[in-house]
């Protein structure tokens, strides 16, 4: 369909239409368009912009991933659908290792989505063929990398189910979510949330990596910023974001 570029939610709609040709090919699972619709509704409730709030969870994510001693950042089908050029530029300029994880597991699924990163210049993608195991969690999303989120000490989560997550946490790595619901047991449990649409919040991220690492910040500076954050504080003013903002409006 071709949607006009004067229609006043243009971007949402070309975002929906990806999703739905990326389901076409086999990419996203038929749940992550249901996980869409639910984060079109949040993005709808923050005026489909980054917030205040957003981009200082986005600055710290930058600097979470820099002085990461082994950051991976892990692609599920949602992820790969809607990010995966902002994915491939931010694992290579960080650099972090990117793994498939999927929460409806299949080996097609893994393929093409690994082949999707790869067409857009991922040199390497782990955990097409798992050798660990995230301890706590049951069946294929249990899967992972020995050498990827299994060794890891800090993981970006796009779009995670809050199991996976928490299990994550247990394992003391440093969590960092992109979530667009702030109430989201994902968005709760995680370091650091961003609460942002991932097609923002990814070219965002990447932006502050570049700026920190052009700035020639120390490890103990990246460190001091990192500590001064507090996720329950940020998360609590994405809320009260929403809540001005459909409050003026009612
Ligand atoms: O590809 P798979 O098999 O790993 O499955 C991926 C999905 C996303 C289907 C799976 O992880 C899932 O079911 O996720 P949930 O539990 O529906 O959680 C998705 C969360 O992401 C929800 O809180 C949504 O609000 C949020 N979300 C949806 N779209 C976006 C988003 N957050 C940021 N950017 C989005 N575009």
């Keep these: 369909m071709k949607i006009p570029k004067s229609h006043p939610r243009y971007e949402s709609l070309k975002t929906r239409e990806t999703i739905v040709s990326l389901w076409r090919r086999g990419i996203v699972h038929p749940s992550g368009l249901v996980a869409q619709g639910r984060g079109e509704a949040f993005d709808y409730l923050l005026g489909e912009r980054t917030i205040a709030s957003a981009r200082k969870a986005e600055k710290v994510a930058a600097a979470c991933l820099l002085i990461a001693r082994s950051p991976v950042i892990s692609v599920n089908g949602n992820a790969a659908a809607l990010a995966a050029r902002a994915l491939v530029r931010l694992a290579s ?63 970006l989560v796009p779009l995670e189910d809050g199991d996976r997550t ?25 370091d650091v949330t961003i609460v942002d649409n991932i097609t923002r919040a990814v070219p965002n991220i990447l932006r502050y990596v570049r700026s920190l690492k052009r ?32 409050n003026l409006e009612c």
């Design 215 to 246: 700035s020639g910040k120390t490890r103990k500076e990246l460190k001091g910023m990192i500590a001064v954050f507090d996720n329950k504080k940020n998360l609590a003013e994405a809320v009260a974001f929403v809540s001005r903002r459909t």
């Design 166 to 190: 928490l299990a994550l946490r247990n394992m003391g790595k440093v969590v960092i979510a992109i979530d667009l619901n702030p109430l989201s047991r994902t968005a709760r449990t995680a």
């Design 93 to 155: 300029t960080v650099p972090a290792k990117l793994e498939v994880n999927l929460f409806h597991r299949s080996e097609t699924r893994v393929r093409k989505v690994a082949a999707l990163l790869r067409s857009h210049g991922a040199k390497e993608v782990l955990n097409i063929r798992p050798d660990a195991r995230i301890p706590g969690l049951e069946h294929a999303r249990g899967l992972c990398s020995k050498d990827g989120v299994y060794a890891s000490d800090v993981v």
